[in-house]
Structures are given as structure tokens and as C-alpha cells.
């Protein structure tokens, strides 16, 4: 998984702080197509200088609520404020946000420069103040030779940077951003990942993105808001994210995971032990939970969260044994397959510290799993 | 083998792109070729009514003469003049007229539910079914002074007599645009229709209120729309010939009626290919450099 930048700085943690006014606030936002619920009871708390990663599978609503910040669409219901003003009602043209499209819909007829003068014209600036930010801003996306060509003339990244360029120009309070990296290859969205953060580092502005990328959530957001069929299913930092689904669809969506299903033996308040039809021993976490016993209950475990010897372990919980069914060489590190004795298939991760490493363990061979009290996640829908 | 294949296969491309050339010189390079032939000509009593070009000369010498006098007689006769003026005016406002109503209806159309737009394309195109002659005359039976219109308009009290308007400038102008319409909301809703409507959203994003984003986005993007249905309505306009005789002011000069009085009433092949030469020279050219000085700037960009 790769790690944000962000955590290298130091904690910027507004939705942390009682104090902090939210800069967007999504009040129960709802919105219906004839009978169809493309967005259902949406609450949201944004703050400045966030970029906020609306993460979820295609058609789960991402767009639509993406659009009603925007004004494109009028919710059904509910209400949406930015800076403490009611926006919900207030035409696109008037609200200080912009939006970067999906399609990037850059106008054919006009070159770089004038797409990108664009807004400004329509704010009546003053011909040098609109050329010297024009300029300005086509440094900073680095498309300043490209300035007379025409969009037929660029690449589909050099379209992208018209398009964040001709929103960002307008300094607006709030950007929004459908799925800004979809159409790149996977080196240019790497890349241009990392520049987006820095210029929104640069500019302060508050961005929200869309997208159905989890490693691109991962990597942009200070926070993921996960999306499933128009609901918010949780939000949380990517960290919080990855250590912390509180559903199984959380778990599964973001990163891979092992998921055990069970029934709750032993509920106290400092531990409990799960008992599963696919593993001999318990699954003991040294954490308790709120559910009462014999529950139904899921303990998702990470697979570089789990260990793999030849012996077996010592202790009485959370171990299996398994044969290793097939192994994928990735490089910087390999991923097992191992089958359980019950026929379950449980997915683990290695890092290839070693580059020759004869003993290694293969095809075929009987190996001991192991986790840490620590490392299950009990999730109980 | 696969040498001959791909050599049997690029002549069967070359036989494709060959029909529409073919079309093109047998409909249109040799016919104008002829009137090229006959506008050079001199009108003589008999069958055909002018003088072969090219002369036996003695034994074996080949004479041509070009005769130039027609060209000429349609500089020195204004009438001419005149009827190529009044043509271009016509068909000029005409043209207009039919973009100020074709434009809008053009566009409502692309914006209509895919199911109510084949519908509503359907009914533009629909008076082609009928006869544009009988059309024509249908228009007599509304204008003239006891039609349609006069006993509506006396009926509901707005004249108390007969409003002249057939055999007037105003019915030439209502058959050209009624005939022609379709052909300019043909070409300016196929370009509305495939309009990218995020970029309108983009429009409005960036600060512009709905008309704004048409007359900055829509607007321009339909200008290979407007150059195209300008034109095809534009080009026949200036010759037509059944309208004005029909429901125009007989004294109204024309160049399609000139160039049917010269042929049909004169016997004047040759000035009358002279009338037909001068038109094509006139319209045709100054519109070819125009589109082509259109393609270049458009550089092989989105309507391609
Ligand atoms: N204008 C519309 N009319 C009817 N249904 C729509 C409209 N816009 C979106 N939807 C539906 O709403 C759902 C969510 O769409 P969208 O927000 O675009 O999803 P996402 O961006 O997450 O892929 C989809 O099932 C889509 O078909
Ligand atoms: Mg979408």
C-alpha cells in the first residue's frame, strides 16, 4: 500500500478539533432519479485545505454528489453549506467552487491560453491581471510553451493540466475533481498524483476528489469517504481506512484481506476469542468488542499482517496450518496462497528482504500461520 | 501470393475512391465543360442553335474560335447586372431568414428526448414526399388576394381588403425559405446533436449564465453547421427559378429567369451558357476558397 505524504508532515487533523467549523457541510443530502436512490442521506464535514477522496465502485453515486456541490444537480432533499452559506439553491454559476470534469471538457475551439483565460474573462478582470495569471498558472501545471496550441494538438495528460489549470486560475474556495487521473496511464497518474498534491499544497485550496481508485485515495487524501449504493459507509483517514474498517465492505474494498467468519466465545472488555469453522484454534484479539456472545462475527486479518514458518507455533490461539498452493513472484515482495485444511484459501504477503534465498519456503510444502493478538479486526456486519 | 492479394486489394480501393470522381465528371465536369464550349459559341438559326468551335480550315488545318462577345454583352447590358444583384440579394436575405428560424429549431430538436427527436426529424423532412412544384402552387392558393391568409386576416378583422401579396418581393421570400428550410436544419442539427454538453456545464462552472455558455460554446461550435446549411440554401437560392416565376412579381429580374428567357424564349444558347458560366464563376469560387481557408483553420480538428 503506498504511504501519503501527508504523514510525513506534521498532524493536520481539523476533524479532530471540537473548534474547527466545517468548510463544506453535506446535510443529509438526498437525491432520487425517478424511483432510483442515486445518493442516500449523505452527511459530510469537510474542512479547509483537505483533499477529501469520495472512494467507492462505479455507479455508487460518487459523481451525483460531486455534482449538487457543483450545482449541476438540485438535491431532493437536504442541504449543502460552503463557508457557512447555504448553497443549495444558488446556480453553478454563482457559487464559488469549480469543478474539474471527468472528460475534462476543455473547449475545442479556444487554445490553451484561452481556455484557461476563460473564467476570468467571464469575471470582467482587467486584460494584464487576467494575462499575468494566465501565465502564471500555465507555469505552474508546466504547460507554458504549450500555450497557442490548440486541445486536438495535446496529449490526454496536457489535456488534464488544461483542465485543472482553467479551474484552479479561478482561485476558486473549493475544488471538485471527477476521477481527474482515470484517463492517464499508470506512470503519468503516479506521477501527476503527487503533483496535485503539491500545487494544492501551494494554493490552500480545498479539494474534493472522486474516484473508484483505492490505491489513488490512499495516496491523495487527508480523508476517504467510502461510497456504497449512494450511502456513506465510513469515513476516516487512509490509515484509519486500512487498520480500521468497521464493515466487512470497508475491509474488503480497501487493500486485501482474509476474512474469518465466526461466533464470539468469550466476550470480556479487554479480549475476545472467536471461534471459526475454518481454523482448529481460536482467534483470541486482545481487544474486546461490543456484541453479546454466540454473535455472528467476521475477523478480518491483513495478509503481510500474518506470519509463515515450517514449525508450528507455541502458543494456543491464531495459528493454522495450511500447504502452500501457489506463489506470485511480485518483485519487492511475493504473495502465498495457502490452503487451510478446511479448503480455505488464505492470502499472505512477504517481503523479499533477501535476494537469494535458498530454504525459502514453496510449492506444496506444510506450513504454520501466526498473527498477533493485535492484528484481527472484528467487524460484525 | 499475398503480394498479388494486397495488389488486387489496393486496386479495389483504388475503385472505390475512382466512383465518386467518375460521378463527378460525368454529372458535373462534362456537362459545365459544354456550356463552357457553348458560352463561347455564336448563335446561328438551327439544330443546335449555335456555331461548332472548331473549323476545317483548308486540307488539314483545325481552326478554333472563341467568341468572347457574350461575355462581354453581359457587362455592357446592366440587366444582367441587375438580376445577378437582385439574385444574390434574394437568396441572401433568404438564406438569413432561414438561419434565424432553422437555428433555433435546429436546436431544440438535438435537445429533445432521442425518441421525440426522430420524430420531430421525420416531420422536417417530411415535405419531401410531396412534389415541390405542387407545394409551390399550394403557396398561390394562400397568398392570392381571395386565399387562405387575406379571408383569415379579413375574417379576424386586422384589413378590410385584400392585402396584396402574391406576385411580391415578400412571397418570393416566403417560398425560398419554406422550400429551403430543411436544408439548413439538416446540417446545423446534425452539428448540435453531437454537442459535448459538459462543456456547457464547464461553462457555466466558470462563471457563465446559461446564454453566456451559448453564445461563447454553442455558438462557435456550430459554426461548420452554419457554414454548411448557409450554403446549401444559399447556392440554389441565387439561381432559382420556379419561385419567382410563380409567386414573384413578374417584372422582378432574376437570373434563373433570365437564363430561362435566354434559352427557352430567346434562343440564345450561347449568352445563356455565357449567364451560367459568369454565376458558377461568381459563387462557386469565392465560396471553395472560403471553406478551404475554413479547413485550415480549423487544422483537421473536432469535426473530424
Ligand atoms: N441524470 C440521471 N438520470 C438518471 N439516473 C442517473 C442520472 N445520473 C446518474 N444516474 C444514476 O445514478 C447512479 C450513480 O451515478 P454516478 O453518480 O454517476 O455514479 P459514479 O460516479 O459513482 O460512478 C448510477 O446508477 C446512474 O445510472
Ligand atoms: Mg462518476
Known amino acids: 500500500m503506498s504511504t501519503s505524504p501527508r504523514a510525513a508532515q506534521q498532524k493536520f487533523e481539523p476533524w479532530k478539533d471540537p473548534e474547527a467549523k466545517p468548510y463544506v457541510r453535506i446535510e443529509k443530502i438526498t437525491k432520487q432519479f425517478g424511483d432510483f436512490l442515486a445518493v ?86 482587467p486584460r494584464t491581471e487576467i494575462a499575468k495569471r494566465v501565465v502564471d498558472m500555465l507555469d505552474l501545471v508546466k504547460l507554458g510553451q504549450f500555450a497557442k496550441r490548440k486541445p486536438h494538438q495535446l496529449s490526454g495528460g496536457q489535456r488534464q493540466r488544461v483542465a485543472l489549470a482553467r479551474s484552479l486560475v479561478k482561485k476558486p474556495k473549493l475544488l471538485l475533481l471527477d476521477e481527474p487521473l482515470a484517463a492517464l496511464d499508470k506512470k503519468l497518474r503516479e506521477h501527476t498524483q503527487f503533483e496535485l498534491i503539491n500545487i494544492q499544497e501551494t494554493l490552500g485550496v480545498t479539494f474534493i476528489v472522486v474516484t473508484h481508485d483505492q490505491e489513488e485515495a490512499m495516496t491523495l487524501s487527508s480523508r476517504i469517504g467510502l461510497m456504497n449504493h449512494g450511502e456513506i459507509i465510513q469515513v476516516g483517514t487512509p490509515s484509519e481506512m486500512y487498520e480500521y474498517p468497521a464493515s466487512r465492505f470497508a475491509a474488503e474494498f480497501i487493500g486485501s484481506v482474509n476474512m474469518f467468519e465466526g461466533r464470539l466465545i468469550e466476550d470480556e472488555p479487554s479480549y475476545v476469542r472467536i471461534e471459526c469453522d475454518d481454523l482448529e484454534v481460536p482467534i483470541y484479539v486482545d481487544h474486546g468488542i461490543s456484541s453479546s456472545p454466540g454473535a455472528t462475527v467476521w475477523a478480518a486479518i491483513r495478509p503481510e499482517k500474518i506470519m509463515m514458518s515450517r514449525e508450528k507455533p507455541q502458543q494456543a490461539d491464531n495459528w493454522a496450518s495450511a500447504i502452500v498452493q501457489d506463489i506470485a513472484y511480485m518483485g519487492d515482495m511475493s504473495i502465498y496462497l495457502l490452503r487451510l485444511d478446511s479448503g480455505k484459501v488464505v492470502r499472505i504477503t512477504q517481503p523479499n528482504t533477501y535476494r537469494h534465498a535458498d530454504d525459502r519456503i514453496t510449492w506444496d510444502e506444510r506450513v504454520h500461520l501466526s498473527w498477533h493478538p493485535e492484528s484481527p479486526v472484528v467487524v460484525t456486519k | 501470393m499475398t503480394a498479388r492479394l494486397k495488389r488486387l486489394g489496393l486496386r479495389g480501393r483504388n475503385l472505390v475512391t475512382a466512383v465518386p470522381y467518375l460521378w463527378l465528371i460525368v454529372f458535373f465536369l462534362i456537362p459545365f465543360a459544354i456550356v463552357l464550349k457553348i458560352s463561347f459559341s455564336t448563335t446561328q438559326i438551327a439544330m443546335p442553335p449555335y456555331e461548332p468551335l472548331l473549323h476545317w480550315a483548308g486540307e488539314k488545318m483545325l481552326q478554333i474560335q472563341l467568341n468572347l462577345a457574350n461575355f462581354a454583352f453581359l457587362v455592357q447590358d446592366d440587366l444582367y447586372g441587375t438580376a445577378y444583384l437582385n439574385s444574390i440579394w434574394v437568396a441572401g436575405v ?25 420524430i420531430l426529424m421525420l416531420l422536417v423532412v417530411l415535405p419531401f414526399w410531396t412534389s415541390f412544384l405542387l407545394r409551390v402552387y399550394a403557396w398561390i392558393g394562400i397568398l392570392k388576394n381571395n386565399g387562405l391568409l387575406n379571408n383569415f386576416l379579413l375574417w379576424i378583422g386586422v384589413i378590410d381588403q385584400p392585402f396584396q401579396m402574391l406576385q411580391t418581393d415578400f412571397a418570393v421570400y416566403v417560398g425560398i425559405v419554406y422550400s429551403y428550410l430543411p436544408f439548413m436544419i439538416l446540417p446545423l442539427y446534425a452539428n448540435l446533436e453531437k454537442l459535448d454538453l459538459t462543456l456547457l456545464e464547464a461553462a457555466e462552472d466558470l462563471g457563465c449564465r446559461p446564454w453566456q455558455a451559448f453564445y461563447k460554446v454553442t455558438l462557435p461550435l456550430s459554426k461548420p453547421g452554419i457554414i454548411a446549411g448557409c450554403l446549401l440554401v444559399f447556392i440554389p437560392a441565387v439561381g432559382e427559378f420556379v419561385i419567382p416565376s410563380l409567386l414573384g412579381d413578374p417584372g422582378m429580374l432574376m437570373i434563373g429567369k433570365v437564363l430561362w428567357t435566354e434559352f427557352f424564349n430567346n434562343r440564345d444558347w450561347p449568352v445563356a451558357s455565357a449567364v451560367a458560366i459568369a454565376l458558377l464563376l461568381f459563387l462557386v469560387i469565392p465560396i471553395m476558397f472560403y471553406q478551404r481557408a475554413q479547413d485550415a483553420e480549423a487544422g483537421g480538428g473536432v469535426h473530424r
Open chain 1, 40 to 125: 442516500d442521506d449523505v452527511s459530510l464535514d469537510i474542512y479547509k485545505k483537505e483533499i477529501f477522496c469520495l472512494l467507492g465502485a462505479s455507479g455508487c453515486g460518487k459523481t451525483t454528489l460531486l455534482r449538487m456541490l457543483a450545482g449541476f444537480e438540485r438535491p431532493t432533499s437536504g442541504r449543502i453549506y460552503i463557508d457557512g452559506v447555504d448553497m443549495t439553491s444558488i446556480p453553478p454559476y454563482e457559487r464559488p467552487v469549480n469543478m474539474m470534469f471527468q472528460s475534462y471538457a476543455v473547449f475545442p475551439h479556444m487554445t490553451v491560453e484561452q481556455n484557461v483565460a476563460f473564467g476570468l474573462k467571464q469575471e470582467g478582470l
Open chain 2, 94 to 118: 433568404s438564406t438569413l431568414i432561414c438561419l434565424l428560424i432553422g437555428y433555433p429549431i435546429a436546436y431544440a430538436i438535438a435537445r429533445s428526448s432521442p425518441s421525440t427527436r426522430n
